[in-house]
């Protein structure tokens, strides 16, 4: 087969080159070399690890499906999670949630959590030579009932909230010192009303002094090594109404603070797509986290596949050659199939997106419309698209050392049957 897709890359090579000045070696290496970051919670629906979890409720995290096979504990979710990274070419970092910590069979409280919590997570990623990235959890808890945390009226339920986000930073500084190198934190609350609230000023109010005081230097977090975003949404289940944390509000607040905003795909509007805020928030802010997933009609956070939406994104950060100031993470959920396979689809969707835009001949259309050559440069994105990127992905698959076109699906199903039927 290696020969097969050799001589079928060296034609695809050719014609890039040829038609379009593109140097597809140089796209691939590129491609390969762009990190993301997988989500630990695809691999158990969203459970966690908590001693006596309380159920998924206020905000909107929902995973559904029962398809047989789920990770019931941290070894279980780190041995999917591996599995699938032998499935995917390119740099892969691993999310995880602070739900998903390990006590020992023992009750800790969010706001008692530390790093020794999570040693196994730090432990599996430095034998992996992977990094971690982090994030609090706002959902799933009995403060959470209400549907309000960092924004509570209650200042004994708010204040808990400041403390679970502040022991979290503090979490992802030792991660980053363990492995030599930042860790990603994004904040997400799922704060919000389900029908018309008569106060819309003061939980933003709230909200941003409790930012303050996570935020703040006297914390004794290292900026450097805990890099903080913040995530926004239009609405979840029972925030249909009202969001406290918006675009607006939070564009606005880590803009004024220095801290990174989160664009998640399916947190606009359904008729709205990220890829053209990307060009507007960069002139401002110094670098972005993009959630990569796929909103169907709401946020439902279905896998990412290669669709218009997915390719735009990253044919953005292209034409704004800002691949340095922007971080990929996936944030989809599907326990109606094989989660390993979840993993693989979304993951391998997300990389051809970053390929697809490597590819893209950005220098010969900048040129077109410099020169007012607007049906020049609609011809060429045109032609461009029946380019033989198929080919290229191919290659980038053989370098990278893993299954070409749908071999995978072979081994995730040899998988399933050796270790994920026994789970039953």
């Known amino acids: 087969m290696s020969n097969r897709i050799e001589k079928t890359y060296e034609a695809a090579k050719e014609t890039y080159a040829e038609l379009f000045g593109v140097d597809t070696e140089a796209a691939i290496t590129a491609a390969l070399g762009v990190a993301i970051s997988l989500h630990c919670w695809q691999a158990d629906d969203v459970a966690g690890f908590e001693v006596k979890p309380e159920g998924l409720s206020g905000g909107g995290i929902m995973a559904t499906g029962n398809y047989p096979g789920r990770a019931r504990n941290g070894d279980e979710v780190r041995q999917d999670m591996a599995k699938a990274m032998e499935l995917i070419p390119g740099k892969s970092r691993a999310n995880v949630h602070a739900c998903y910590c390990e006590t020992g069979g023992k ?116 900026r450097e090594k805990c890099v903080d975003f913040v995530e926004s949404k239009l609405f979840g289940i029972g925030s249909e109404e009202y969001v406290v944390g918006s675009g607006e509000f939070l564009s606005n607040y880590a803009l004024s603070r220095d801290i990174g905003l989160c664009m998640d795909m399916g947190h606009y509007h359904p008729t709205e797509t990220i890829h053209g805020k990307i060009s507007s928030h960069l002139q401002f802010h110094k670098q972005l986290l993009l959630h990569v997933s796929r909103p169907i009609r709401w946020d439902s956070d279905h896998i990412a596949i290669f669709n218009d939406d997915l390719k735009n994104v990253f044919l953005e950060v292209q034409r704004g050659n800002v691949w340095n100031r922007v971080k990929i993470a996936l944030d989809f959920f599907d326990a109606s199939v094989n989660r390993v396979g979840a993993y693989v689809i ?25 020169e007012g050559k ?46 994920l039927s026994a789970r039953q």
């Open 107 to 222: 009750f800790v409280e969010r706001d008692k959590l530390t790093a020794e919590h999570f040693q196994g997570w730090i432990d599996w990623a430095k034998e992996l030579g992977i990094g971690l990235d982090f994030n609090p959890t706002a959902f799933a808890h009995p403060l959470a009932e209400d549907g309000f945390t960092l924004s509570h009226a209650d200042d004994k339920v708010r204040n808990f909230w400041i403390r679970h986000f502040i022991v979290c930073r503090k979490i992802a500084q030792a991660m980053a010192e363990a492995q030599g190198g930042p860790c990603f934190m994004n904040h997400w609350i799922p704060d919000g009303a389900k029908d018309i609230p008569a106060d819309r000023f003061g939980p933003r109010a709230r909200l941003a002094d409790s930012y303050d005081q996570i935020f703040s230097d006297t914390t004794g977090v290292d």
């Open 374 to 419: 607007n049906a020049q440069r609609l011809a060429l994105m045109e032609e461009a698209k029946s380019l033989p990127f198929a080919a290229v992905w191919d290659m980038l698959c053989l370098k990278a050392d893993v299954p070409v076109g749908p071999a995978w699906i072979s081994e995730m199903e040899a998988y399933e049957a050796d270790v």
């Open 346 to 370: 979304g993951t391998r969707a997300a990389r051809k997106g970053i390929l697809y835009a490597l590819l893209d001949p950005t220098a010969q259309l900048q040129q077109y419309e410099a």
